[in-house]
C-alpha cells in the first residue's frame, strides 16, 4: 500500500475536490470559490492530496493585486475521517515552498492564527496592507525578505461573493 501523494490538481480531479470541500467544510460556498477561482484564471497552484486513490485533501493559491507578487490561500480542505493526520499540514508546506521556489514574494491567508502561524504565517505581518480583510484572523508569510510591508491589496471578486454566500448561509448578514 503506498502512502499519500502530493499532485498538482487536473480538471478530472475538479468533482472529487468539490464534493471534499462539502465534506470538509459542511456547505457548498468552498467548492464554489475553488470552482470560480479556476474559472477567472485567478488559480495558480492547485494540489491534491491522493490518499488509498482517493483525493483526501486540497489545497488552492490565487494570485491578488499588490506591490508585490503575492498570493492567497484558499480554501484548504481534508477529508473529515482524514483530519488531524498532518494533511493539510504537508499541503500547506508543498505549496508554501513551491510558491517560494516560483518567485512569488508573500503568501495571505484569513484563518486561525493558532493554526496558521506553525507555518510563520503572522498577523503583525499583514497589519500595514490596505485589505478588505484585515484583523487578527488575516495573516502574512513573507517568502523573501525584500517582499514591500505595506499596500493595498485587491482580491479576486470570487471572494466577495464568496464571503456574502457563507455570511448569508451562517444567518450574519453583511455588515
Request: aromatic letters at 8%; glycine letters at 10%; charged letters at 25%.
Amino acid at each position: 500500500m503506498n502512502g499519500p501523494i502530493i499532485r498538482d490538481e487536473t480538471a478530472s480531479d475538479f468533482d472529487a475536490v468539490r464534493k471534499l470541500l462539502l465534506l470538509a467544510f459542511g456547505e457548498d460556498s468552498p467548492g464554489g470559490l475553488a470552482d470560480d477561482l479556476r474559472r477567472s484564471g485567478d488559480a495558480v497552484l492547485s494540489m491534491v492530496v491522493e490518499h488509498e486513490g482517493k483525493i483526501a485533501g486540497h489545497i488552492l493559491f490565487s494570485r491578488i493585486e499588490a506591490p508585490l507578487r503575492a498570493l492567497t490561500l484558499a480554501p484548504l480542505g481534508v477529508r473529515p475521517d482524514l483530519q488531524k493526520r498532518g494533511i493539510g499540514s504537508a499541503l500547506i508546506r508543498h505549496g508554501l515552498e513551491r510558491a517560494g521556489k516560483e518567485g512569488w514574494d508573500a503568501v495571505f491567508v484569513l484563518g486561525s492564527p493558532a493554526y496558521y502561524r506553525r507555518f510563520g504565517f503572522d498577523p503583525a505581518l499583514a497589519q500595514n496592507y490596505d485589505n478588505p480583510y484585515n484583523g487578527p484572523a488575516f495573516m502574512a508569510l513573507l517568502l523573501h525578505d525584500a517582499a514591500p510591508r505595506t499596500g493595498r491589496l485587491v482580491f479576486p471578486s470570487a471572494f466577495d461573493e464568496d464571503i456574502r454566500e457563507h455570511a448569508v448561509r451562517r444567518g450574519k448578514g453583511l455588515m
